[in-house]
DNA sequence: CGTGTGTTTGAGGCACGTCAAGTGTCGTGG
DNA sequence: CCACGACACTTGACGTGCCTCAAACACACG
């Protein structure tokens, strides 16, 4: 009990989301929350249902998809160990906006809404917290209208992935491994275009050496390339390669 | 002094932002803001800069902005009375996530970063009660992108002109008028689309009698017309019209 | 009464979606 | 351990929704 008390405890620290609550926040807070598991494609909540729990990932990823109109898939991010999905359990009412699916298998620690209530009112740091990463939720989504609104789709793609990348990079010889199962599907589901797309500028890179995919594994070789595609910019000569047709 | 307290109490109070909020809370919420006016044009704050100032709007009409990558600008939203904006202002270092500029004579209570970090830790109510505007906005935001990845040109525009309807409709003998000022081009940065496109498809709602239209002014005769283009439905037949050739 | 800002309309092109086949690869059960 | 089936991915041909550019019009304002 208490070893796995320790665990959470600092599985809960590490994540980028606690690092700022002092110990007795936190303390209180892993206190009145419920561990649950799920197994690879289970789902932890489905859209529309009436929010019961908030969040916090232990372990494993899990992906959080809307549905759009006409029943294809839209995803609005993935998450991680550290982060939280659900901060609408926290109002009577509330339903859940999108429907969770791990991708792996994952721990998280769920809160009901009596407890976390209790927890905001009583430790307002908690709550100043929770709006911090909100604010950075409202400012990613922009970031992605503004993408949608005004860039082409090979753009959307390289940003989607250098994205990732800072949040779930993990390097690798050959460059940054991203370190999760993403389809092309997936991919075309998150930058809103199709996976015919997707599959024709992903081989595109990686004839270039921009990037190297197996089934369902993404390696960036050359992240900037990538970052100078997002950006609109003029292709910098990638390292060992001649050029000179641009005329 | 006093009267002065008064009306922006109850200007706050009459926005749906505030209503829960005790009388002490927001006393002392309004004690410590500083209120400014700004002409029609006049730009409250850029994109970004340093956020010095969380914002509601008291009386006129903001426009939130962002700037594309090649210099269009994308429109986040519009503020009205009781609307709030800049949340980020909260946490040091913060900026300015878009520009914001008034489309007419405005007022507007802003709060510096101290005083409201000292209201959020002396009022958890009021963080909880700014969690949840938050959390909508989140929703709101992921609607957006939900409709961007999946949606034609023609639902965006019905969908933004519903949610103008609902934000700062005002019922006139026509329909629904939206009051504020709205170019084909502003509608255009609404949906990711040009204001060539959005004129095409105005002017085959005003023949098909949905819309109304004057220079800068939308009016909305049949707004179940646009809810019907919105959600993809098969055109519901306007009262007075006649069908007889779908097949 | 002009000048600017907002708006309409047309012609043309391209980026990307759609559909159709086909190849490779993984996992599973015989 | 092999064979099958499902899933992931590729590639081509084709269609089209919407962007782009150019021109002219109309209303509002000083």
């Known amino acids: 009990m208490e070893s796995m008390s320790d665990d959470r405890l600092s599985l809960l620290r590490r994540g980028p989301r606690f690092a700022e609550l002092g110990d007795d926040e936190l303390a209180g807070a892993h206190e009145l929350a419920t561990e649950r598991s799920f197994a690879c494609r289970e789902t932890l909540f489905r859209e529309g249902e009436e929010a019961e729990e ?4 232990l372990a494993g990823r899990v992906k959080l998809t ?4 006409d029943g294809q898939e839209v995803i609005a991010r993935f998450l991680g160990p550290g982060d939280m ?3 609408v359990a926290i109002f009577p009412g509330g339903t859940y906006p999108a429907t969770a699916e791990a991708v792996e298998e994952t721990r998280a620690l769920g809160w009901r809404r009596e407890p976390i209530d ?3 009112r009583r430790y307002p740091a908690f709550a100043v917290r929770a709006m911090r990463v909100l604010s950075e939720r409202v400012r990613e989504l922009q970031d992605r209208v503004r993408e949608l609104s005004t860039e082409r789709v090979a753009q959307r793609i390289a940003r989607a992935l250098v994205r990732l990348a800072r949040q779930v990079g993990r390097p690798v010889e050959e460059g940054v491994l991203l370190d999760l199962p993403l389809t092309r599907e997936d991919l075309a589901n998150m930058t809103g275009t199709t996976l015919y797309t997707v599959s024709r500028v992903l081989t595109e890179w990686e004839t270039a050496g921009i990037v190297r995919t197996r089934r369902r594994r993404v390696v960036i070789r050359r992240p900037h390339g990538l970052v100078s595609i997002a950006e609109d910019l003029p292709d910098p000569a990638p390292p060992g390669q001649r050029e000179g047709s641009t005329t």
Do not use: D, E, T
Request: hydrophobic fraction near 70%; charge should be neutral.
């Open 118 to 120: 209790a927890l905001l």
């Open 54 to 57: 908030f969040l916090v990932v």
């Open 85 to 87: 999905c659900a901060a």
């Open 66 to 69: 809307q549905l759009g109109s």
